[in-house]
């Protein structure tokens, strides 16, 4: 089981995406002088402020928020092949394991970890057929980690891991999109993404029938009367009564006297 060597409480922060990077694994000599042997402890995430090969970044190490997130995990993380396990679900067979971190441990140069390495993963370490380690996290969106997933063992990090970073992180955002108008909408938890943009359809047609119905609502109202054509109420008021009256008549109208 994981057993991280330090854990703080942190204050609540949401998850917005998944990185990589890549850092250089050295094998340990082997003391009597044969065949090298993978690293027990490897160096995974530097401290500071730090950047990507290709540019990713910049990040901050969180590192109370990572051991939480480890203790709270309560297993080893996986350390795989070429991050095989990110697109695990693409895939039909199974996705071997080239070694498991066990502990966590944060120095002055920033996280470590141990990781137990199965027999194949040790064999081509030893024989330079793998040299990079590249870690996988989480980090909030001003950049600092906040969780470790894994790692993944790879010749080419910042190729090959960019475009397998940037798939993960595209499906990573286009479910928590989905998620969140699912609740918006108030649909089951299960619904489909078919049935979220039926839903979301029903509404536009709902605005454009409401906005035209504004539309036509205002076209029929009567035109705003011409002030030229009304007389000042200042005007109407200092006239004669007997001229504002109703039963006033015009001069033709009026009797002639006897």
Known sequence: ????????????????????????????????GGAVSPPEWVHLIPAGVFSGRDGRGPYTLDAAAVLEAFARHG????IDYEHQSLTATDKAGPVPAAGWITALDMREDGLWARVTWTPQAAALLAAREYRYLSPVFMHRQDGAIVELVGAGLTHTPNLHLRAAAAR?????????????LIYML???????ADEVAAELQKLIDRLTAAEAAAQAAQSAQPAAPDPAQ??????????????????????RRRPRPQ
């Open 230 to 251: 009304w007389v000042p109420m200042s005007q109407h008021k200092g006239w004669p009564r007997s001229f504002r009256s109703s039963r006033w008549m015009s001069p």
């Open 186 to 192: 108030n649909l089951p938890v299960t619904a489909t």
């Open 75 to 78: 297993a080893d993380l996986p």
């Open 1 to 32: 089981m994981a057993t991280p060597s330090h854990v703080r409480p942190r204050s609540p922060a949401r998850l917005l995406a998944r990185d990589v990077l890549a850092m250089s694994l050295h094998a340990d000599p082997d003391p009597q």
């Open 168 to 180: 993960q992180l595209e499906a990573h955002a286009v479910d928590e999109l989905l998620e969140r």
